[in-house]
């Protein structure tokens, strides 16, 4: 929530801020603004409500001049409505400072009352103003930055990453971080921070992690880090593992396309290097082996998507692996006491590895004897380095704000970490955790043929629903995550309520909902599943026809028995049981898509939504 961007070096300190904002966008986007320096000591600052698109136009029309310190902000509102003055940045000493801010500053309003007492007035409702107030005042006490920085955050509740620059002090931005995301990036003669490796992945892949509760001062030479305190603390580089390119539409007409066509790729790319003659090799997992044999308890925590693919986590950890799994939402976990242990292993599914729901849970989980596995999308982010060990998934860089491939990178971490555990408890032996791999290995061409065979049918028929209120999701088994995920993506992009129930669960209330015309998307076994769920599935189907619901089926290539009873049937390729939603849960991101396109609507930022939800 909220992007940040700063830079010091030699170049056009305006055009370094804008792409990365550009890419930071997914964040929020309900204003930006810049600030920057130019040689002659003049700050400027331009700040517009509305989407990143409005502030270049308007830097269009009327330039705003160049230097070469600057901060870019890009808003996901908080306090203080969408306007131009609740925009970021916010300035102290009598103007001469700028400064910037994500997150929540819980304190405010103590602080705010203290600042009005002194005689200090404000132009905006934002809780940020009351730090760039506060840095300006003890800078103009000490004349140092960083010392002022240090002693305002100490005064500080809440999460945040400010960054802050002076017009006394050209080429040079200091940062501060408490539980909201910032990295460095690391260049030839000048240096940047962002809120994400995105912010300037375009000028260098060299990146550098800063901790919790600390404090970086860039200039185009140097990078200081230390805690609070002031004291140096150790510092972590590493590269960025994808390139500028792979954030880019490429010629795509939305993000969400771009990415739905990669989760074939994004499967792909979270098995390479894992799979080794039949067996799962994860070192990532080396510290915790001792912990895996001895685990007696599995909790997977997420948010929105990700809760969804740790569900099928547990279908998978179960079966294969025969330890108890419980799902949880993150914002619900730590707030109603749960049972843990060191025997406990707490597993985090995050694309962002901001989500602060799933930070704190994580944090709670540790501070209260459970082992933690992160797996998460995002190098240098918070969660991995708050966890005992990451599973990366290597989705790439997801921009769109609803999340489509990193769920099938998700499920296909976890299933490897079932299959692991699986091999390392002695659940299934040798052969059958490689008859599983070769399931999981064969999931990107079969997606490649569910996108070829899908995309344009869908496409096709969507326009006859575009102006349905509501739609009903039903699966059963694994089919349940997927149609709740199936809702989750209408509802994110296309606006249309939406609800998804386990198919059971449909006689035990939700059928009083069917009246005729009702759309309800169904995602059925396979047939050739031996369980016996088939039968069950298509009777629900007929319950719901005879109650003039129109029914899309989500069915398998050779299923006979579905057609005559539903509407239209998109076709998927057979798969395991338990792999059968990594396939079925495309047709539902293209259907959620392509209904919000035929609604005109922008799938890449939906409205009211931030990617990486900072926030609690
Ligand atoms: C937000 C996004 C969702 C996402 C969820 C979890 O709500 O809008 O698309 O699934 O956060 O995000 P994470 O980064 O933790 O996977």
Redo the contacts with the bound molecule.
């Keep these: 929530m909220c992007g940040i961007v700063g830079y010091v070096g030699p170049n056009s300190t305006i055009d370094v801020l804008l792409g990365g904002l550009k890419r930071l966008e997914y964040r929020g986007y309900d204003s930006a603004g810049i600030a920057v320096l130019t040689d002659e000591g003049h700050l400027g600052t331009r700040k517009r409500a509305g989407k990143l698109g409005i502030l270049a136009d308007d830097l269009d029309e009327a330039p705003l001049p160049d230097g070469h310190t600057g901060i870019g902000h890009t808003r996901w509102a908080t306090h203080g409505g969408p306007t131009d003055g609740n925009a970021h940045p916010h300035l102290g000493d009598d103007g001469k400072l700028a400064l910037i801010h994500n997150g929540i500053i819980e304190n405010f309003a103590e602080l705010k009352q203290e600042l009005v007492d002194a005689g200090a007035s404000f132009t905006s409702e934002t809780d940020t103003e009351v730090a760039a107030l506060m840095v300006g005042d003890v800078y103009k006490k000490t004349g140092d930055l960083t010392t002022a920085m240090q002693r305002v955050v100490a005064r500080l509740e809440g999460a945040f990453t400010l960054l802050v620059m002076h017009q006394d002090v050209p080429g040079v931005v200091v940062g501060a971080r408490r539980n909201s995301p910032l990295v460095i990036g690391l260049g030839d003669g000048e240096n940047f921070l962002g809120s994400d490796v995105a912010a300037f992945v375009e000028h260098t892949k060299r990146a550098m992690e800063i901790g919790q509760d600390e404090i970086v001062t860039i200039r185009p030479g140097s990078v200081e880090v230390t805690d609070f305190a002031g004291n140096p603390v150790p510092t972590r580089e590493f590269e960025v593992a994808w390139d500028a390119t792979a954030a880019e539409k490429g010629g795509w007409p939305s993000f969400m396309k771009k990415e739905i066509s990669e989760e074939p790729e994004a499967v792909g790319k979270t098995l390479l290097g894992r799979v080794h003659e039949g067996a799962v090799t994860l070192p990532e997992l080396d510290d915790l082996t001792g912990a895996l044999t001895d685990i007696d308890r599995v909790v997977i925590l997420?948010?929105?998507?990700?809760?969804y693919a740790g569900m099928l986590g547990k279908y998978a950890i179960e079966t294969w692996a025969r330890i108890p799994v419980d799902v949880e939402l993150s914002h619900e976990f730590r707030y109603r006491d749960p049972v843990l242990s060191e025997r406990t292993l707490v597993v985090s599914?995050?694309?962002?590895?901001?989500?602060m729901d799933?930070l704190m849970a994580v944090k709670y989980a540790k501070e209260n004897g459970a082992r933690t596995l992160s797996i998460c999308?995002?190098q240098g982010s918070t969660?991995p380095r708050e966890s005992d060990a990451v599973l990366y998934t290597h989705a790439g860089p997801e921009v769109a704000?609803?999340?489509t491939k990193?769920?099938v990178a998700?499920v296909t971490a976890l299933y490897l970490l079932g299959l692991h555990l699986a091999a390392v408890r002695g659940t299934l032996d040798a052969a059958q955790v490689a008859a599983q791999l070769e399931e999981l290995q064969n999931i990107p061409a079969k997606l490649d043929q569910v996108l070829e065979s899908t995309a344009s049918r869908i496409a096709e028929f969507t326009p006859w629903l575009g102006d349905t209120q509501s739609v009903l999701f039903l699966g059963r088994h694994v089919g349940y995550p997927v149609a709740l995920e199936g809702a989750?993506k209408l509802k994110?992009v296309a606006y249309i309520h939406a609800e998804g129930f386990a198919a059971g669960e449909l006689k035990h209330g939700p059928i009083a909902l069917i009246e005729p015309g009702q759309i309800v998307i169904v995602l059925v076994p396979s047939p050739r599943h031996e369980n016996t769920l088939h039968p069950k599935v298509v009777s629900n189907i007929q319950e719901i026809r005879a109650r003039g619901a129109r029914v899309i089926a989500i069915a398998e290539l050779g299923d006979k028995a579905v057609a005559p009873f539903a509407d239209e049937v998109i076709r998927i390729p057979y798969a395991g049981p338990l792999f059968e939603p990594l396939l079925g849960v495309v047709p539902l991101h293209i259907f959620a898509m392509e209904l919000a396109t035929a609604k005109g609507l922008d799938v890449d930022q939906p409205r009211n939504?931030?990617?990486?939800?900072t926030v609690e």
């Design positions: 997420g948010c929105g998507t990700a809760a599914v995050s694309q962002s590895g901001e989500t799933t999308n995002t969660i704000v609803a999340s990193a769920f998700q989750l994110e939504l931030a990617k990486s939800v």
